[in-house]
Nanobody, 127 residues
């Protein structure tokens, strides 16, 4: 059963734009903290952007000012608009619905449980 359905990956040249979409269920959307993560070849998975349960966005320094995370409450969807793409943005991008972060850096394992991950979508940026 697919809990998170991603779409929008593809290939683009440096400086171009792409928008990723992630649709989930209403329960997961309301119970979890939605975010985007990525993993480049040979590297660890890293956080790209998160929408905290307060609605406040968090961005990795590497994408600050270039990427925008947003959500649609009616469609239970979260989006990642990426612009001014660089070759170093090439990676598999994952949508995730995770337990909310706590102030001490932990996670609150309530209704979200251990969270959910999408299957990933490839983003390739060429020079």
């Amino acid at each position: 059963q697919v809990r998170l359905a991603e779409s929008g990956g593809g290939s683009v040249q440096t400086g171009g734009s792409l928008q990723l979409s992630c649709k989930t269920s209403g329960y997961i959307f309301r119970a979890c903290e939605m975010g985007w993560y990525r993993q480049a070849p040979g590297k660890d998975r890293e956080t790209v952007a998160i929408l905290k349960d307060t609605g406040t966005p968090f961005y990795a320094d590497s994408v600050q000012g270039r990427f925008t995370i947003s959500q649609d409450y009616d469609k239970y969807s979260v989006y990642l608009h990426m612009q001014m793409l660089r070759t170093e943005d090439t990676a598999v991008y994952y949508c995730a619905a995770l337990p909310p972060l706590t102030s001490d850096g932990g996670r609150y394992y309530g209704r979200c449980g251990v969270g959910y991950w999408g299957e990933g979508t490839q983003v390739t940026v060429s020079a």
